[in-house]
């Protein structure tokens, strides 16, 4: 099969008009900061705390429809044990992620005015909590870069005939040029253009997948299909739990991220902040429709009257590849090449999130506060550029691997939700946590999520839990042990938070053993949550 030349060559406009979008953008970003007056930094991270509404939404909205989104959903439809089920759980989670955060975290957060989610842990914990969590926080964004370019690579090869290498370290290219260039500013207006071209793309490819000649009425074939296993999924009771499980750490992870806490500090507002964050997660579900449409029509096509032929994709193990396959097979030349734009904008809207999130976090909370607090801010705004394109570089690395995109997208959610959900909840909410019961309590809930196996990753479970049954000679869990490993967390660094201050407290340990300085804090109050969790002396950077 030979180059699709004009298929690169409308690849090569869409990625000049993104590219122009980010241009113009950090020139507007400049001449905002010397009218202003802002730091640097700021500008770069958060765009001076300027971003209305209107973009707002969009940026939002853009940081969770992403290359993973989109082909990680028809991935899902077109997977027989998941299915329209599982289909819904994940974009019912992604949405109240965003309403949770809107509802909860935004107001507390961008009244502090902080300039990234772990600084909280800072300003109570002190250097080495914060460490850790920005470690977890450095390899959830380092996660969801190749989790975006995996399905834009895959994509792009088998529709353009393009090697899958290359098709990701241009888009890769384009991404961190433009994220370099404008910070915040440019990564917010050009998610404007790429949700755009997303919503309109996805819309015009739909159609042509359904109705092609090949595909039957995906009506007919939701319950009983005799081309594939029908698109509902496996609905089985003994999923319950697993499905509660795994709707809840969809709903609950994107708040302890810091691509979803750069658009609530970046607000002009904490009004805006919790309107923007409310808004998007009823617009996500609109986007969610379109993939969720086309891999009913992948799981209703008879693969063998195709181009394709015999076996379908999923018998050869292309089921990551399941929306280009049909992109290519089932639609003209010219829609498939629009399928893959929409995808590159998507992947663009979120890999620009990623990198400049996972740059914030190191600048902010390691390079700026434990490795040179006296760093200028020309010299933090270098440390920015430097941590963009490293990430950059090692996140379209790991493409390399070829995995599929949902064990990807998983688990950078598991990282966001064991490991920092549960930590900002009590940092931010209950007065009592501390130092000791934060690292008691990441502990506790990290050895028991692994202890509880997982088969994506190859680990037998080590504790079985009700329900945990021996198929094929692997250990299954049917419990939510997600979420019970996050409850343990929370109880944990509640209950060890209290026992160390009335230790210190009560004098029955000696006050030079308090690390943590829990004695200087405050005294034992009840474990309820408040308002106030930060005093405020500790509030952020005005």
């Not at 190749?146 to 290219?173: E, K, N, Q, R, Y």
């Not at 690390?515 to 200087?520: E, N, P, W």
Request: charged share 10%; glycine share 10%.
């Amino acid at each position: 099969m030979a180059v699709n030349v004009p298929g690169v060559i409308v690849m090569v406009v869409f990625y000049l008009l993104v590219l122009g979008t980010g241009i113009w953008a950090s020139f507007k970003s400049r001449r905002k900061q010397k009218k202003s007056g802002a730091t640097g930094m700021e500008m770069v991270l958060l765009g001076n705390r300027s971003i209305n509404s209107v973009v707002g939404v969009f940026t939002m909205t853009a940081t969770w429809v992403g290359g993973g989104f989109i082909v990680g959903t028809v991935e899902l439809m077109y997977t027989p044990s998941m299915g329209l089920i599982w289909t819904i759980v994940t974009m019912l989670g992604y949405s109240l992620s965003c309403i949770i955060g809107g509802l909860v975290f935004a107001k507390p957060m961008r009244e502090k005015n902080f300039v990234t989610m772990l600084d909280p842990f800072h300003f109570k914990y002190g250097e080495g909590i914060t460490a850790v969590m920005t470690l977890a926080s450095l390899t959830h964004d380092l996660i969801g870069v190749p989790t975006t370019l995996i399905g834009l690579g895959g994509m792009m090869s088998v529709v353009l005939d393009l090697p899958f290498s290359l098709c990701i370290w241009i888009s890769a290219a384009v991404v961190i040029i433009y994220t370099l260039m404008g910070g915040l500013y440019s990564v917010a207006y050009t998610d404007v253009i790429q949700l755009v071209l997303v919503f309109i793309g996805l819309s015009i490819c739909v159609p042509f997948v359904m109705t092609s000649p090949h595909t039957l009425d995906i009506s007919q074939t939701l319950m009983n299909n005799t081309l594939h296993a029908p698109w509902i999924g496996q609905p089985e009771l003994k999923n319950t739990w697993r499905i509660i499980d795994q709707f809840l750490l969809l709903a609950l992870r994107g708040t302890g991220t810091q691509i979803f806490h750069q658009r609530i500090l970046s607000a002009s507002s904490p009004s805006t902040a919790r309107i923007t964050s409310i808004a998007a997660g009823f617009v996500l579900l609109v986007f969610g429709i379109p993939p969720t449409l086309l891999g009913a029509a992948v799981s209703s096509t008879d693969w063998n009257q195709t181009t394709y032929g015999s076996p379908s994709p999923y018998e050869r193990g292309e089921t990551a590849l399941a929306l280009p396959i049909a992109l290519q097979h089932l639609t003209p030349t010219f829609i498939s090449i629009t399928g893959i734009g929409c995808v590159a904008a998507a992947v663009m809207s979120s890999a620009d999130t990623s990198l400049l999130a996972a740059a914030s976090v190191f600048t902010a909370n390691i390079y700026k506060t434990i490795l040179r607090p006296q760093a200028s801010d020309r010299e933090s705004q270098w440390v920015i550029r430097v941590s963009v394109v490293l990430v950059g570089v090692i996140g379209t690395s790991l493409t390399s691997l070829k995995h599929s995109i949902v064990l990807f997208w998983f688990l950078g959610a598991e990282t966001s939700y064991i490991i920092i959900f549960p930590q900002l909840i009590c940092v931010l909410f209950f007065n009592i946590s501390n130092g000791y019961g934060a690292s008691l309590g990441l502990v506790v809930g990290l050895v028991l999520r692994l202890l509880s196996g997982d088969l994506l990753l190859g680990l037998q479970p080590v504790i079985h839990f009700p329900g945990c049954t021996l198929e094929d000679g692997v250990y299954v869990q049917y419990a939510p042990v997600k979420t019970i490993s996050v409850i343990s967390c929370i109880v944990s660094i509640l209950l060890f938070s209290y026992l160390a201050s009335v230790l210190f407290n009560k004098g029955v340990l000696p006050e030079k053993w308090d690390v943590f300085k829990v004695k200087a804090q405050h005294s034992p109050v009840p474990l309820s949550p408040v308002g106030g969790a930060i005093e405020e002396e500790e509030r952020g950077i005005k």
